[in-house]
């Protein structure tokens, strides 16, 4: 299992970006979905996760309000939104299906990491 992420880039503090994130080969429908980020020097973290169903959604304490997790299975596509942003969402993002229920959500990646999408948020 393994995703490609786009969408990054350079965005100054308050800006926002919007990042998506396609299964390379496989339907996510069936999927949850986690989007995790790792700054320089720190490990990676869980950000915000969506349900298989859609229907959950979890966000860390420091994006919540700011940050929203969606998916379309039309399009076959996860994305997430991030207003709002300040330098400290500085970081590649990555984004995973997750170990869960079909209504839950968390953090156990499944598959292998792909690129990631880098975000600086700087001015």
């Known amino acids: 299992l393994q995703f490609v992420e786009s969408g990054g880039g350079l965005v100054q503090p308050g800006g926002s970006l919007t990042l998506s994130c396609k299964p390379s080969?496989?339907?996510?429908?069936?999927?949850?979905i986690g989007w995790f980020r790792q700054a320089p020097g720190k490990e990676r973290e869980g950000v915000s996760c969506?349900?298989?169903?859609?229907?959950?959604?979890n966000f860390a304490d420091p994006v919540k309000s700011r940050f929203t997790i969606s998916k379309d299975n039309a399009k076959n596509t996860a994305y997430l939104q991030m207003n709002s942003l300040k330098p400290e969402d500085t970081a590649v993002y990555y984004c995973?299906?997750?170990?869960?229920?079909?209504?839950?959500?968390?953090?156990?990646?499944?598959?292998?990491w792909g690129q990631g999408t880098q975000v600086t948020v700087s001015s």
């Open positions: 995973a299906a997750v170990y869960a229920d079909y209504n839950q959500c968390g953090y156990q990646a499944l598959g292998v």
């Open positions: 080969g496989f339907r996510l429908d069936y999927y949850a």
């Open positions: 969506i349900s298989a169903s859609g229907f959950t959604t």
